[in-house]
């Protein structure tokens, strides 16, 4: 991704590499394919914690490229390899005592709602959805991948987020983006569009723009989840010894379809 800024008061610009057909990819936490040399990395983050406005203790360089299926991001987050924290190792975990690196998609570019990311160096991944004044909801599990690799110059992520995991105009033109790196131990915040204490990463009228992504596959717009759940409940008070234990069970499906680009139905 090539990034630009014309002047301060416009955002910072990505322009996404298109992918190649039958380019193979492989998540294993190494910027090692082809095209992450060919794709320009950006690399102008600025410190909004502790110094408001600052040069950041380390260096961050993000890729972002693409093809009919995917969003790739890839990252490397240099650091002194003895100083990196990362505790979290659950789902949704929230990571205030580790490093992480997180992003924005402000898919509909409407400076409102969009989707939140974010991985630690052990690998924990979590995500939410956004909604405006920087509301979540975690419960949200998009499908997506992390992969996290740890070296001698700090920690690498190679991310993959389908399509169809997002909800977009596929005529949209462009997206809001924006990244968020935290070092624990020194309380340091840097972000790569805007610094400004009062804006939070989750704020998308901070973001950036995503220019490029076009002529992708979101599906058919369909998940069907299938579940079961189950009971049992043990009452020694029961005068009958084989009727002690009680248990209770449902099994069902839960469908999500798009009946547009930007409404769901769920039965």
Same mark, same amino acid.
């Given at each position: 991704?090539?990034? =630009?800024?014309?002047?301060? @008061?416009?955002?910072? %610009?990505?322009?996404?590499?298109?992918?190649?057909?039958?380019?193979?990819?492989?998540?294993?936490?190494?910027?090692?394919?082809?095209?992450?040399?060919?794709?320009? #990395?950006?690399?102008?983050?600025?410190? &909004?914690?502790?110094?408001?406005?600052?040069? #950041?203790?380390?260096?961050?360089? *993000?890729?972002?490229?693409?093809?009919?299926?995917?969003?790739?991001?890839?990252?490397?987050?240099?650091?002194?390899?003895?100083?990196?924290?990362?505790? &979290?190792?659950? !789902?949704?975990?929230?990571?205030? %005592?580790? @490093?992480?690196? &997180?992003?924005?998609?402000?898919?509909? =570019?409407?400076?409102?709602?969009?989707?939140?990311?974010?991985?630690?160096?052990?690998?924990?991944?979590?995500?939410?959805?956004?909604?405006?004044?920087?509301?979540?909801? !975690?419960?949200?599990?998009?499908?997506?991948?992390? !992969?996290?690799?740890?070296?001698?110059?700090?920690?690498?992520?190679?991310?993959?987020?389908?399509?169809?995991?997002?909800?977009?105009?596929?005529?949209?033109?462009?997206?809001?983006?924006?990244?968020?790196?935290?070092?624990?131990?020194?309380?340091?915040?840097?972000?790569?569009?805007?610094?400004?204490?009062?804006?939070?990463?989750?704020?998308?009228?901070?973001?950036?723009?995503?220019?490029?992504?076009?002529?992708?596959?979101?599906?058919?717009?369909? @998940?069907?989840?299938?579940?079961?759940?189950?009971?049992?409940?043990?009452?020694?008070?029961?005068?009958?010894?084989?009727?002690? %234990?009680?248990?209770?069970?449902?099994?069902?499906?839960?469908? *999500?379809?798009?009946?547009?680009?930007?409404?769901?139905?769920?039965?």
């Amino acid at each position: 991704a090539a990034a =630009q800024q014309s002047s301060e @008061d416009e955002p910072l %610009t990505l322009q996404a590499y298109r992918l190649s057909n039958g380019t193979e990819i492989q998540l294993d936490g190494r910027i090692e394919e082809e095209f992450w040399s060919l794709a320009v #990395p950006i690399s102008d983050f600025t410190q &909004q914690d502790p110094v408001e406005g600052g040069e #950041p203790s380390e260096r961050t360089e *993000v890729w972002v490229a693409y093809d009919d299926d995917n969003l790739y991001i890839g990252a490397i987050i240099y650091d002194d390899p003895d100083g990196i924290l990362a505790f &979290q190792r659950e !789902r949704d975990a929230f990571l205030s %005592t580790d @490093d992480s690196f &997180q992003w924005i998609l402000d898919t509909f =570019q409407d400076g409102r709602t969009g989707y939140f990311f974010e991985i630690n160096p052990s690998g924990s991944m979590g995500d939410s959805l956004v909604f405006p004044a920087g509301e979540q909801q !975690r419960a949200w599990d998009g499908i997506w991948t992390a !992969r996290i690799r740890r070296t001698d110059v700090g920690w690498i992520a190679e991310i993959e987020i389908p399509f169809r995991t997002l909800n977009f105009n596929p005529d949209g033109g462009a997206w809001g983006i924006n990244f968020q790196r935290t070092i624990r131990r020194k309380n340091e915040e840097s972000i790569w569009n805007g610094f400004a204490r009062n804006q939070d990463l989750r704020t998308m009228s901070n973001a950036g723009l995503l220019t490029g992504v076009s002529e992708v596959n979101q599906g058919i717009g369909l @998940d069907v989840k299938p579940y079961v759940v189950g009971s049992s409940l043990y009452d020694s008070r029961r005068p009958d010894p084989n009727n002690q %234990t009680l248990y209770t069970g449902d099994t069902g499906l839960d469908f *999500v379809y798009s009946l547009t680009a930007d409404l769901r139905a769920s039965f």
